[in-house]
């Protein structure tokens, strides 16, 4: 009998052990694999981008727009060559879901025009990472490349900057000092002399070579998000100078670009830097509304 009540109250200690090590476990919601510190709240993933597929290349550009920028291209006399211009290459690419572009090559009498358009959708693999915030980042490095030169400071905020007047009070009975008249003098006679320079020196943006300051590679606004503008003269003094414009902009996780080159077939001839410019802008303008349409 005493045997049969040890096993009994054994029996009874093991039960209550047990009985311990459960308890409670419904209580705490834990679970043997719940990793430390896990709020249980699951990470958002960020916004995909606006933009899932891209326009075909060779037909973003109207034939108008290329006879502006490829003058040489009405020039061709046969008709399928003719044709054959106008539809361009495709850029070789291995995802035209992620990367586009087409190229155009027309040559004149005159000069050879090159003209690339090219599209490039970003997509960020980081949860953490938008693809517009991740079109941001590779825009900005973009831009670095470019390295483009800081802005000019017009003439009148220079003067305020140092310290000087940039108005006149002109109001009846109150005369200018003769240092403020000499110094006007002077001015006028320094701007007569630059302007006479001026004109007699070659156009800049049409022989000259040099980019006028407001012509300078810079950023643009009101296209796209973001954009920028470059230009840059290549060419030696016994090869026809070659101007290569190149125009930059973000709309959303879409970057677009577009490099517009004109080589003369004349030396010492350099393609106006301007007129350029404006076919080139005009072209990404037209680009930007297509995308956001």
Same mark, same amino acid.
């Not at 358009?117 to 831009?143: H, I, K, M």
């Not at 005369?175 to 002399?193: D, F, L, Q, T």
């Not at 800049?204 to 300078?216: K, R, V």
């Not at 810079?218 to 009101?222: K, M």
């Given at each position: 009998?005493?045997r049969k009540?040890?096993? /009994?109250? $054994?029996?009874?200690?093991? &039960? @209550?052990?047990?009985?311990?090590?459960?308890?409670?476990?419904?209580?705490?919601?834990?679970?043997?694999?719940?990793?430390?510190?896990?709020?249980?709240?699951?990470?958002?993933?960020?916004?995909?981008?606006? %933009?899932?597929?891209l326009?075909?290349?060779?037909?973003?550009?109207?034939?108008?727009?290329?006879?502006?920028?490829?003058?040489? /291209?009405?020039?061709i =006399?046969?008709?399928?060559?003719? @044709?054959?211009?106008? +539809?361009?290459? &495709? $850029?070789?690419? %291995?995802?035209?879901?992620?990367?586009?572009?087409?190229?155009?090559? #027309? +040559?004149?009498?005159?000069?050879?025009?090159?003209?690339l358009?090219?599209?490039?959708?970003?997509? !960020?693999?980081?949860?953490?990472?938008?693809?517009?915030?991740?079109?941001?980042?590779?825009?900005?490095?973009?831009?670095?490349?470019?390295?483009?030169?800081?802005p000019?400071?017009?003439?009148?905020?220079?003067?305020?900057?140092?310290?000087?007047?940039?108005t006149?009070?002109?109001?009846?009975?109150?005369?200018? *000092?003769?240092? &403020?008249? !000499?110094?006007?003098?002077?001015?006028?006679?320094?701007?007569?002399?630059?302007?006479? =320079? !001026?004109?007699?020196?070659?156009s800049?943006? @049409?022989?000259?070579?040099?980019?006028?300051?407001?012509?300078?590679p810079?950023?643009?606004?009101?296209l796209?998000?973001?954009?920028?503008?470059?230009?840059?003269?290549?060419?030696?003094?016994? $090869?026809? @100078?070659?101007?290569?414009?190149?125009?930059?902009?973000?709309?959303?996780?879409? /970057?677009?670009? /577009? +490099? %517009?080159?004109?080589?003369?077939?004349?030396?010492? #001839?350099?393609?106006?830097?301007?007129?350029?410019?404006?076919?080139?802008?005009?072209?990404?303008?037209?680009? &930007?509304? *297509?995308?956001?349409?």
């Open positions: 009998m005493q009540a040890y096993a /009994i109250g $054994t029996a009874a200690l093991l &039960a @209550a052990l047990l009985t311990g090590c459960t308890g409670g476990s419904g209580d705490t919601g834990s679970t043997d694999n719940a990793n430390p510190g896990d709020t249980g709240t699951a990470t958002e993933a960020a916004q995909p981008g606006k %933009y899932r597929t326009p075909e290349p060779c037909g973003a550009v109207g034939r108008g727009t290329l006879d502006s920028l490829l003058p040489g /291209i009405k020039q =006399a046969d008709q399928d060559q003719r @044709a054959k211009a106008y +539809e361009g290459t &495709a $850029t070789l690419t %291995y995802d035209t879901d992620r990367k586009v572009g087409c190229r155009w090559k #027309v +040559e004149s009498a005159d000069a050879t025009d090159h003209l358009v090219d599209f490039e959708r970003v997509v !960020s693999y980081d949860n953490a990472v938008s693809d517009d915030s991740q079109a941001q980042t590779l825009f900005a490095a973009r831009v670095t490349a470019a390295d483009l030169p800081e000019s400071v017009p003439a009148s905020s220079s003067a305020l900057a140092a310290g000087g007047e940039a006149t009070d002109a109001s009846p009975g109150n005369s200018p *000092s003769p240092s &403020a008249s !000499s110094s006007s003098s002077s001015s006028a006679s320094s701007s007569s002399s630059a302007s006479s =320079a !001026s004109s007699a020196s070659p800049a943006g @049409a022989s000259g070579g040099a980019t006028p300051p407001d012509l300078q810079r950023v643009l606004d009101g796209g998000d973001e954009s920028f503008l470059d230009d840059q003269l290549g060419g030696s003094g016994s $090869t026809a @100078a070659r101007r290569t414009v190149t125009v930059v902009f973000r709309t959303s996780n879409v /970057i677009v670009t /577009i +490099e %517009y080159a004109e080589q003369p077939t004349t030396v010492g #001839v350099t393609p106006d830097s301007k007129e350029m410019q404006d076919r080139a802008r005009n072209l990404a303008a037209q680009l &930007a509304d *297509s995308l956001s349409g």
